[in-house]
C-alpha cells in the first residue's frame, strides 16, 4: 500500500484556534461590561442573619432604604398608600411578602410596614438578611443551643 510520508494529511489535523479565542475573548468583554448594567434594584445595606432563604417563584418585594423611603417591587410608594396598592396583590391568592430594610432603618419604621402589609390581607412576611460571615448558607449557628 502507499506511504504516508509525501501526503498531507497532517496539515489538515491542526486547528487554528486563534480565531476562536478571538471571539471568545470580544464575547467575555461584552458580558463584563453589560452585567452591572442588566441588575436592577435598590442599593442597600442589609442585617446579618443565620438562616438563609432560596425562594425563587414570583414575590412581592418590599424595600425600604436608608433614607426611609418604600419601594414595591422597585417602585416608590407611600406608606399611606402601601396598604392600597397591596390589596390586589392580597386577593389573588397566598402571596409571600419579602421585606428587606437597610440596617440603618428603625425597628418602628420596618413595624409600621409589617402592619400595613397585615392590614392588607398579607399574612405570609419574611424578611431578608444576608449570611453571617463563616455561617453556612441556609443553615443554623449552634451558639445558642442548648444541649
Known amino acids: 500500500m502507499g506511504s504516508f510520508s509525501g501526503d498531507r494529511r497532517g496539515a489538515l489535523a491542526e486547528i487554528n484556534v486563534t480565531p476562536l479565542v478571538d471571539v471568545v475573548l470580544v464575547l467575555l468583554i461584552i458580558f463584563m461590561v453589560t452585567a452591572p448594567m442588566m441588575t436592577r434594584g435598590v442599593d442597600i445595606d442589609l442585617p446579618q442573619g443565620e438562616a438563609g432563604s432560596d425562594a425563587t417563584e414570583d414575590r412581592i ?10 419601594y414595591l417591587n422597585d417602585a ?4 399611606d398608600l402601601l ?3 397591596l390589596r390586589p396583590l392580597a ?3 397566598e402571596a409571600f411578602v419579602f ?5 440603618t432603618v428603625p425597628y418602628g419604621v420596618v413595624m409600621t410596614v409589617i402592619d400595613r402589609v397585615k392590614a392588607a390581607g398579607l399574612e405570609k412576611i419574611g424578611l431578608v438578611t444576608t449570611p453571617t460571615p463563616g455561617e453556612p448558607q441556609g443553615g443554623r449557628s449552634r451558639r445558642g443551643r442548648a444541649g
Open 61 to 70: 418585594t418590599l424595600t425600604i432604604d436608608a433614607q426611609r423611603r418604600i
Open 76 to 79: 416608590i410608594v407611600h406608606v
Open 83 to 85: 396598604e392600597e396598592r
Open 91 to 93: 386577593a389573588g391568592g
Open 99 to 103: 421585606l428587606r430594610a437597610d440596617v
